[in-house]
Nanobody, 119 residues
Framework: QVQLVESGGGLVQAGGSLTLSCAASGNIFSINAMGWYRQAPGKQRELVATITRGGRTQHADFVVGRFTISRDNAKNTVYLQMNSLKPEDTAVYYC?????????????WGQGTQVTVSS
């Protein structure tokens, strides 16, 4: 019943920008905080940023000052604005309910959206 659909990824040069979107169906968006995660090739998934239902945000140290998470509850959509992109930001980006550390609180994942940053 619940779906998480990420979009907006692509190929960008270092220093460029992208904005990702996550559309959530069902009740998950209305009752939960949301987060962005990413997974680079050969590496574990890591938490990027979180936002509560009321709009309070937290960002991982490695994206502070560059990425901004936001949400539009009326559209059931979470956004990740990414500026000053670096090659190490290359990863598949996912949205989900935040849990503890790099673990999500909801045991289902969307397909993610690929972000590739070239030098």
């Amino acid at each position: 019943q619940v779906q998480l659909v990420e979009s907006g990824g692509g190929l960008v040069q270092a220093g460029g920008s992208l904005t990702l979107s996550c559309a959530a169906s069902g009740n998950i968006f209305s009752i939960n905080a949301m987060g962005w995660y990413r997974q680079a090739p050969g590496k574990q998934r890591e938490l990027v940023a979180t936002i509560t239902r009321g709009g309070r945000t937290q960002h991982a140290d490695f994206v502070v000052g560059r990425f901004t998470i936001s949400r539009d509850n009326a559209k059931n959509t979470v956004y990740l604005q990414m500026n000053s992109l670096k090659p190490e930001d290359t990863a598949v980006y996912y949205c989900n309910v935040p849990g503890s550390g790099d673990y999500a609180g909801y045991n289902y994942w969307g397909q993610g959206t690929q972000v590739t940053v070239s030098s």
